[in-house]
């Protein structure tokens, strides 16, 4: 071990220290981002980024673990990037795939998953089926890996569900209109019985959620990190949780 990384748990071992537990963040979202800036900078290629970043997540639910955290939502995969050249995807979601079954695999934490599964290749809708079903049993954090997700997306597909739903039990629009509200719609989301994320983490110095978890958001905290995702490093987590400890929720009061 070198001194620059004795500094380093020395520092995390204080701000770990000094973390009230009382005051973690009980849903906490993260913006996975900065894959393949970090594997440019550091000479490799886009799949070494992405390879590199799935690691880190198995860090981070490690790390969730000890600080009492008890949702996790990852966006791994948005639908903007169901776009991309198929010689881009294909591995892509193939990381994906692996990283969903490792999370699956540790038996500590259960897996949901949140997007739309239709948008994706059939073999990666069966690694999230089977990643969920597998899980189900666990008693641990709930990790919600956002596959295929898109806020907009989300809202319409909970307004699409509330329709199909209402319309089999014969409600007609003039009654469905009388009861519509934001209850009703939060009903239809994909994370449906979850709290909301307290805060927010994006990584790579990007300051915007585009477009993650837009209706689940409103009273979130939001964290922005200048380092990319395969380089976030626990002291960067916990001072995301000491800043989020630090400010004073009003929920627009």
């Known amino acids: 071990m070198n001194l620059r990384d004795l500094v380093y748990r020395l520092y995390a071992r204080r701000v770990e220290g000094r973390l009230d537990h009382a005051q973690v963040p009980k849903h906490i979202g993260v913006i996975l981002d900065g894959n393949r800036r970090w ?53 892509l979601l193939g990381i994906i795939e692996d990283a969903v079954r490792a999370i699956a695999a540790d038996g500590r934490w259960r897996v949901h998953h949140v997007g739309t599964l239709d948008l994706l290749p059939a073999h990666t809708q069966a690694v999230l089926k089977e990643a969920e079903e597998s899980t189900r049993h666990i008693d641990g954090i709930l990790v919600n890996v956002a596959v295929g997700y898109g806020g907009r997306q989300e809202i319409a597909d909970a307004v699409r569900s509330l329709l199909l739903d209402h319309a089999e039990k014969g409600t007609t629009f003039e009654e469905l209109a009388e009861v519509v509200d934001t209850d009703l719609i939060a009903e239809h989301l994909y994370t449906r019985g979850q709290p909301d994320p307290d805060l927010v983490i994006r990584t790579s110095g990007e300051q915007r959620l585009s477009g993650f978890m837009l209706w689940q958001s409103a009273h979130s905290e939001y964290y922005f990190c200048e380092v990319h995702w395969p380089a976030f490093r626990k002291v960067d987590f916990l001072r995301a949780l000491r800043d989020y400890a630090a400010r004073h929720r009003r929920y627009g009061t």
């Open 39 to 91: 594997a440019k900078a550091s000479g490799g290629t886009p799949e070494q980024g992405h390879k590199a970043g799935a690691s880190k997540i198995m860090e981070l639910l490690g790390w969730s673990t000890e600080t009492d955290v008890e949702v996790v939502t990852l966006w791994m995969l948005s639908t903007d990037n169901l776009n991309r050249p198929e010689e881009q995807l294909v591995p």
